[in-house]
């Protein structure tokens, strides 16, 4: 079992820069691969960025360059530094704790709450 709980959103003007945080507890953190998805009203959950469990990391097209996904396996953690935000960054952020099919990451069932990122013009 892994409980994940996600920290950092917030309302922050277009450039700005906003750092979530996502705490793990369960002894699998370190052998998981993580990421952080978000979704905005009316759509669907994306992807956006994946890290391995040896800091291999991908991003979606819109986020590549502003976005940095890290984790720190001592302290069952994973981040998310997001510089330059647009207005259509805005979305309920989650982590997820997954796996990897070949070279496609697979979210798991195992989800946080989410934290709110609202970016104005």
């Given at each position: 079992?892994?409980?994940?709980?996600?920290?950092?959103?917030?309302?922050?003007q277009?450039?700005?820069?906003?750092?979530?945080?996502?705490?793990?507890?369960?002894s699998?953190?370190?052998?998981?691969?993580?990421?952080?998805?978000?979704?905005?009203?009316?759509?669907?959950?994306?992807?956006?960025?994946?890290?391995?469990?040896?800091?291999?990391?991908?991003?979606?097209?819109?986020?590549?360059?502003?976005?940095?996904?890290?984790?720190?396996?001592?302290?069952?953690?994973?981040?998310?530094?997001?510089?330059?935000?647009?207005?259509?960054?805005?979305?309920?952020?989650?982590?997820?704790?997954?796996?990897?099919?070949?070279?496609?990451?697979?979210?798991?069932?195992?989800?946080?709450?989410?934290?709110?990122?609202?970016v104005?013009?």
């Amino acid at each position: 079992q892994v409980h994940l709980v996600e920290s950092g959103g917030g309302l922050v003007q277009a450039g700005g820069s906003l750092r979530l945080s996502c705490a793990a507890s369960g002894s699998i953190f370190s052998i998981r691969p993580m990421a952080w998805y978000r979704q905005a009203p009316g759509k669907q959950r994306e992807l956006v960025a994946v890290i391995s469990t040896t800091g291999n990391t991908n991003y979606a097209d819109s986020v590549k360059g502003r976005f940095t996904i890290s984790r720190d396996n001592a302290k069952n953690t994973v981040s998310l530094q997001m510089n330059s935000l647009k207005p259509e960054d805005t979305a309920v952020y989650y982590c997820n704790a997954g796996n990897y099919r070949g070279i496609y990451y697979v979210p798991s069932d195992y989800w946080g709450q989410g934290t709110q990122v609202t970016v104005s013009t």
